[in-house]
């Protein structure tokens, strides 16, 4: 199904499916006048909902906002039908920068200084940009293996929406019925919603195809034959449910019903994003260098993130002999087809890794980053990151090349020099980087904050 225009949604749901408000007829539009009221008034949901199906009059404060306020639009809330149409996926290297593109677009948030859309390149360098970290171990037969080439361990998209510079409502909640209401505001709105569900109970994912645990984040557009239409970053639209759609929100505790969306075209400021920016490229040098606390982490673990987890990495693809060794820990045929097999889908997938660490797309972000004011030096940068690419999808090619009956020792070896050369490429690009960073005009001494773990 192509993507439609733009966002709509039926005025109300079914009645049958709520049982006591059958007990009176409910005004037309109810949900518009409850979300008028909530703006005059500042009352709750449920508050206003409630006051107005027992025909409470509102403050005599809000009336009088009203009078004040009557016949005059909100400046820079467009109708609907102005808002841009939201676009498909094209080319995506990181699935929630890309997502957020996506939203941001249709919202008509707009670079400052291009005027165009903030790019996927740009969110996901504001997201805290590239990382590395690998985890790895075999328990009862089983290998098991996490791969991040992205910005972790902070959260990803609670730090871009942090620094992207737009009005973006989020809200989180144990309750089904808020949930729905703040579904239903911004679709009502016009505006596209990012809801967090978990992958495994979505109608479309195979079962067993998806970890249980597994979360994402997806866009709700609309609503089209009593469905809610959804782009799940595959470039064709998905229909679920409103039941389908609460359960799979509410299936996983930490991430239940979280929700995003943006109810103003209102952007950054140039001078604001250009900090942003500046804190963002000192949290991932800081990271992949190990310079900064990473938060939430114990620091014998931190030794698994960048630059010192990629070196760490070289060591056991080069241990002929240890038990966590890789010629030790993938002997068996079984548990280095199943290494491989977990290692080219991280790779494969746009969510935590890319076949070229996602350098490439931190090398777009310095340099559009590079037009912002007093960020002109960021572009000395860019040849180094570009290279870091073709490095990586060097490396990446050569590890997941067939064996040809070559030994996993032997590959391993030939692996971990490149590897080596790849991890002290990176420490010269991110100490380059971090020099020019702590060079730039209005640029404090003090290193970036940690973002706190628990946020979305």
């Known amino acids: 199904m192509a993507h439609p225009n733009r966002p709509s949604r039926a005025a109300a749901k079914n009645p049958a499916k709520h049982p006591k408000s059958q007990a009176k007829t409910l005004p037309k539009n109810l949900k518009k006048l409850v979300r008028a009221r909530m703006e005059r008034t500042g009352e709750s949901y449920t508050t206003a909902r409630k006051a107005i199906l027992d025909g409470r009059p509102e403050p005599k404060s809000a009336q009088h906002a009203a009078a004040r306020q009557q016949g005059a639009a909100p400046a820079g809330e467009p109708a609907p039908e102005e808002l841009p149409e939201y676009p498909a996926p094209q ?26 859309p903030l790019s996927e390149a740009m969110l996901a360098g504001l997201a805290g940009g590239i990382g590395f970290m690998l985890h790895s171990f ?30 973006v409502r989020i809200r989180t909640t144990g309750n089904q019925q808020a949930a729905a209401a703040n579904l239903d505001a911004a679709l009502e709105a016009g505006r596209a919603i990012a809801v967090r569900v978990t992958r495994a109970a979505l109608p479309w994912v195979a079962a067993g195809s998806a970890d249980a645990e597994d979360t994402i984040d997806v866009a709700v557009l609309g609503e089209l034959d009593g469905m809610l239409l959804v782009d799940d970053g595959s470039g064709e639209l998905q229909q679920i449910s409103d039941s389908d759609l609460a359960a799979a929100r509410a299936r996983h505790k930490r991430d239940r019903n979280f929700s995003a969306w943006v109810p103003s075209r209102r952007g950054p400021r140039p001078a604001a994003l250009a900090a942003n920016v500046r804190e963002a490229i000192a949290q991932t040098t800081g990271r992949m260098l ?15 993130f960048g630059v010192s987890g990629m070196r760490r990495w070289a060591e056991r693809l080069a241990d002929t002999t240890g038990d966590t060794g890789w010629a030790t820990m993938l002997a068996e045929p079984a548990l280095y087809d199943s290494a491989l097999e977990q290692l080219r889908g991280f790779f494969a997938d746009s969510r935590f890794a890319g076949a070229d660490g996602l350098r490439g797309l931190y090398a777009q972000f310095l340099q559009e980053a590079s037009a912002l004011p007093g960020l002109g030096a960021l572009a000395q940068s860019v040849p180094a990151y570009t290279q870091l690419a073709a490095d990586w999808e060097g490396f990446t090619a050569a590890l997941l090349a067939p064996g040809d009956g070559q030994a996993p020792a032997q590959r391993f070896s030939a692996l971990a020099g490149q590897l080596a050369a790849l991890a002290d490429a990176e420490q010269a690009a991110a100490t380059q980087l971090d020099g020019i960073r702590a060079s730039l005009p209005g640029t404090g001494t003090g290193q970036a904050q940690p973002v706190a773990t628990q946020r979305p």
């Open 91 to 116: 080319n995506v290297r990181q699935y929630d920068a890309a997502l957020w593109h996506r939203i941001l677009t249709q919202s008509g948030v707009k670079d400052p200084l291009s005027g165009e």
């Open 138 to 167: 075999v328990d009862a037969d089983t290998v098991n293996l996490a791969l991040v080439t992205r910005a972790h361990p902070e959260p990803f998209t609670a730090t871009l929406l942090e620094r992207c510079g737009a009005k």
């Open 290 to 304: 190990g310079t900064t606390e990473l938060p939430g982490l114990p620091q014998h673990y931190a030794r698994n």
